[in-house]
T-cell receptor
Framework: GAVVSQHPSWVICKSGTSVKIECRSLDFQATTMFWYRQFPKQSLMLMATSNEGSKATYEQGVEKDKFLINHASLTLSTLTVTSAHPEDSSFYIC?????????????FGPGTRLTVL | SQQGEEDPQALSIQEGENATMNCSYKTSINNLQWYRQNSGRGLVHLILIRSNEREKHSGRLRVTLDTSKKSSSLLITASRAADTASYFCATVGGNAGNMLTFGGGTRLMVKP
């Protein structure tokens, strides 16, 4: 149980285009989803936290107009990289959790590798 | 932002040897977790240790936590080539809900 999928697993796009990445919880309802970015040989950096039906909370330094997050349902969150540039090339990972405020495990998706030419 | 540091950044050992990775953090925590990431893949949750626990075991994994020193260690015994991966510690703060803050990671290579 507690499986999280991401689609696509990899994407190559031209500079200036927008790319949408989907994160789905397959067998549970995710009240909270998290989006991380990971550059090669580096750790995961939290970009934003989203709760179903409300606006995402972005970490300092993350442009909310560039990285649009929509958590429209309890099983789906999307991250749209708008007007992508080569420096946006990275590995994007989502995670999902369920339950109340107190700690609940995050279940991670397999990641999406974005390459912007 | 990253909570802590992991040490070493890279570790290369022979199959059968033990691997020890350390993690330090800066603020008070509710719990600390260890994850494994194979190259280009997502994260696999290994073990969680709560702030009131000092040691935890899971198979060949042993995790210790010293809250007075704000540090944790992950020991993998009798390593296998399949253990080759990056290992990350992540903390959940006392008042941060379930938000994870990751350390820099240790890249482990186990040579057959």
């Amino acid at each position: 149980g507690a499986v999280v999928s991401q689609h696509p697993s990899w994407v190559i796009c031209k500079s200036g285009t927008s790319v949408k990445i989907e994160c789905r919880s397959l067998d549970f309802q995710a009240t909270t989803m998290f989006w991380y970015r990971q550059f090669p040989k580096q750790s995961l950096m939290l970009m934003a936290t989203s709760n179903e039906g409300s606006k995402a909370t972005y970490e300092q330094g993350v442009e909310k107009d560039k990285f649009l997050i929509n958590h429209a349902s309890l099983t789906l969150s999307t991250l749209t990289v708008t007007s992508a540039h080569p420096e946006d090339s990275s590995f994007y990972i989502c995670s999902a959790s369920y339950g109340s405020w107190s700690y609940n495990e995050q279940f991670f998706g397999p990641g999406t590798r974005l390459t912007v030419l | 932002s990253q909570q802590g540091e992991e040490d070493p950044q890279a570790l290369s050992i022979q199959e059968g040897e033990n691997a020890t990775m350390n993690c330090s953090y800066k603020t008070s925590i509710n719990n600390l977790q260890w994850y494994r990431q194979n190259s280009g893949r997502g994260l696999v949750h290994l073990i969680l240790i709560r702030s009131n626990e000092r040691e935890k075991h899971s198979g060949r994994l042993r995790v210790t936590l010293d809250t007075s020193k704000k540090s944790s260690s992950l020991l993998i015994t009798a390593s296998r080539a399949a253990d080759t991966a990056s290992y990350f510690c992540a903390t959940v703060g006392g008042n941060a809900g379930n938000m994870l803050t990751f350390g820099g990671g240790t890249r482990l290579m186990v040579k057959p």
